[in-house]
Antibody, heavy 120, light 106 residues
Framework: EVQLVESGGGLVQPGRSLRLSCAASGFTFDDYAMHWVRQAPGKGLEWVSGISWNSGSTGYADSVKGRFTISRDNAKNSLYLQMNSLRAEDTALYYCAKGGDSSSSPFDYWGQGTLVTVSS | IQLTQSPSFLSASVGDRVTITCRAS??????LAWYQQKPGKAPKLLIY???TLQSGVPSRFSGSGSGTEFTLTISSLQPEDFATYYC?????????FGPGTKVDIK
């Protein structure tokens, strides 16, 4: 059974940093791209960042480019999102999602999310 | 690439046929997926490549379209289908989602 478990969320002040983690199991992690998607309270889905299976390719939404960094550790079956210079508008539930073997593959499994609240 | 969905909200009854439209600001071939999200839950993949049903998804769900216009159809709405539906384009980065269509009980 595929499982994605996010952690690392919490309350953080504007301008500070936070690192999210996603522990994956139930599939061959290093075969697939992975993504972060967020959802602000009461709002729609926003793709944040994605990374290829071998970390050779990454992508970011314009809203987080230069502030967030995605990475993965295939030996630990883990995905990360380093979030710096956090803003109030980054407040959201952050989902980890499994992609496919190409950049055009859909997101077939999602975690339950970890909540990030940016507030003073 | 911007995605728009219509309607943004629809009220329907069990057994109704429901159609949701997603339009892309430029051509995306068939690189479109549809997701269903229920309150407090993660999104669930329904359809990918515009018309391919994800494994385990009931056959009352179907998708069509290519280029810039796509549709999601639920042939006979069931109680468990009341949810919000999002389209997603995977033609190019950044990946984008539509704003969502909430399907509510009439």
């Amino acid at each position: 059974e595929v499982q994605l478990v996010e952690s690392g969320g919490g309350l953080v002040q504007p301008g500070r940093s936070l690192r999210l983690s996603c522990a994956a199991s139930g599939f061959t992690f290093d075969d697939y791209a992975m993504h972060w998607v967020r959802q602000a309270p009461g709002k729609g889905l926003e793709w944040v960042s994605g990374i290829s299976w071998n970390s050779g390719s990454t992508g970011y939404a314009d809203s987080v480019k230069g502030r967030f960094t995605i990475s993965r550790d295939n030996a630990k079956n883990s995905l990360y999102l380093q979030m710096n210079s956090l803003r109030a508008e980054d407040t959201a539930l952050y989902y980890c999602a499994k992609g496919g073997d190409s950049s055009s593959s859909p997101f077939d499994y999602w975690g339950q999310g970890t909540l990030v609240t940016v507030s003073s | 690439i911007q995605l728009t969905q219509s309607p943004s909200f629809l009220s329907a009854s069990v057994g109704d046929r429901v159609t949701i439209t997603c339009r892309a600001s430029q051509g995306i071939s068939s690189y479109l997926a549809w997701y269903q999200q229920k309150p407090g839950k993660a999104p669930k993949l329904l359809i990918y490549a515009a018309s391919t049903l994800q494994s385990g998804v009931p056959s009352r769900f179907s998708g069509s379209g290519s280029g810039t216009e796509f549709t999601l159809t639920i042939s006979s709405l069931q109680p468990e289908d009341f949810a919000t539906y999002y389209c997603q384009q995977l033609n190019s980065y950044p990946v984008t989602f539509g704003p969502g269509t909430k399907v509510d009980i009439k």
